[in-house]
Structure formats: structure tokens, C-alpha cells
């Protein structure tokens, strides 16, 4: 098993940007394919980006296209979400998930996929 904690979260005007962070413990990292979900009030948990185990293969929503990236940090159980140009529209609850993949390339963009989840950190983006 893997315990994720998400921190970095909070408020920010449109157009700036935020890091989120997601610590792992527990089973080695490095096994866990990693995404990124966010879920706003009234609204289904929704994918933003994933990355394969050893961070050869990414997956992105086009709504985070060209301002999101996401990388991991495998010596120090670390995965993190670099968000740019930030949006009103981006308001949520962001959360961390991992899965055990078949394939060291392996992604996934449905909240089903993902086997352990963090507890999520807020961001609000002021227009």
C-alpha cells in the first residue's frame, strides 16, 4: 500500500501559478503509475495528467494543455503539479492517485483506475 498526502494549495489571482506536491510512503514509489484529479463543488472528480511509473509516458487533459506539466521525484517519493496561467475555471480540489501498472509505460485518465488517493488541497483562483 501507499499514503499520499497533497500540500501546496491555496489562493491565487488569475494567470499566476502554483506547485502542488504529493508525498508517498509506505510501498516504493517508483512502482506507482501517478496522476492528478480535481473535483470543483457540484461537478465529478475529473483528470487533469498522469505519468508513467519511471516517468517515460504523460497523459494531459486538453483543458490543462500547454499550462500544466507534472513530474516525479522517485529517489524522495515525490510527484508534483506545476499549474501556469491559472483560471477561475480551475478552482478545485486537487488530489494525487496511484495505481500498481501492468506496463512501466502505463496511464490512465479514469478515476477507476487509480487503487489509493490522497485527501486532496484546495485551490482557488481569483478572477
Known amino acids: 500500500q501507499v499514503q499520499l498526502v497533497e500540500s501546496g494549495g491555496g489562493l491565487v489571482q488569475a494567470g499566476g501559478s502554483l506547485r502542488l506536491s504529493c508525498a508517498a510512503s509506505?510501498?516504493?514509489?517508483?512502482?506507482?503509475?501517478m496522476g492528478w484529479f480535481r473535483q470543483a463543488p457540484g461537478k465529478e472528480r475529473e483528470f487533469v495528467i498522469a505519468?508513467?511509473?519511471?516517468?517515460?509516458?504523460?497523459k494531459i487533459a486538453d483543458s490543462v494543455k500547454g499550462r500544466f506539466t507534472i513530474s516525479r521525484d522517485n529517489a524522495n517519493s515525490l510527484l508534483y503539479l506545476h499549474m501556469r496561467s491559472l483560471e477561475p475555471e480551475d478552482t478545485a480540489v486537487y488530489f494525487c492517485a496511484a495505481r500498481l501498472p501492468p506496463y512501466d509505460v502505463s496511464v490512465y485518465d479514469t478515476p477507476d483506475a487509480y487503487e489509493y488517493w490522497g485527501q486532496g488541497t484546495q485551490v482557488t483562483v481569483s478572477s
Open positions: 509506505g510501498r516504493a514509489f517508483s512502482t506507482y503509475t
Open positions: 505519468i508513467s511509473r519511471l516517468g517515460i509516458n504523460k
